[in-house]
């Protein structure tokens, strides 16, 4: 029913940047909060940064003032720049979507995941 379909990954040195994308598609009829998420091996999933509808923002600790969170809303995208990567910051990044989504009402949906490895 939706669709989350993220982009922008791939192989970094420390010190570098990537730019993650994540669009939505499908039965949506608003989306309130959309935010990324990463998953490193042998860990939890944990929240990187999360934005509302009226662009609040909240990030992590490990990523405030190197991550910026930012959404479009006509586009029904979601964007996550990261610079000054570190080796830590190396996980499957996952990006999620809640709001009126789908036949179900209130329901949040996840994207597939995008690798982002940052090496030494």
């Known amino acids: 029913q939706v669709q989350l379909v993220e982009s922008g990954g791939g192989l970094v040195q420390a010190g570098g940047s990537l730019r993650l994308s994540c669009a939505a598609s499908g039965i949506i009829f608003s989306i309130n909060t959309m935010g990324w998420y990463r998953q490193a091996p042998g860990k939890q999933r944990e929240l990187v940064a999360v934005?509302?509808?009226?662009?609040?923002?909240n990030y992590a600790d490990s990523v405030q003032g190197r991550f910026t969170i930012s959404r479009d809303n006509n586009k029904k995208t979601v964007y996550l720049q990261m610079n000054s990567l570190k080796p830590e910051d190396t996980a499957v990044y996952y990006c999620?979507?809640?709001?009126?989504?789908?036949?179900?009402?209130?329901?949040?949906?996840w994207g597939q995941g995008t690798q982002v490895t940052v090496s030494s």
């Open positions: 999620k979507a809640e709001g009126a989504l789908g036949l179900g009402g209130y329901a949040d949906y």
């Open positions: 934005i509302t509808r009226g662009a609040t923002a």
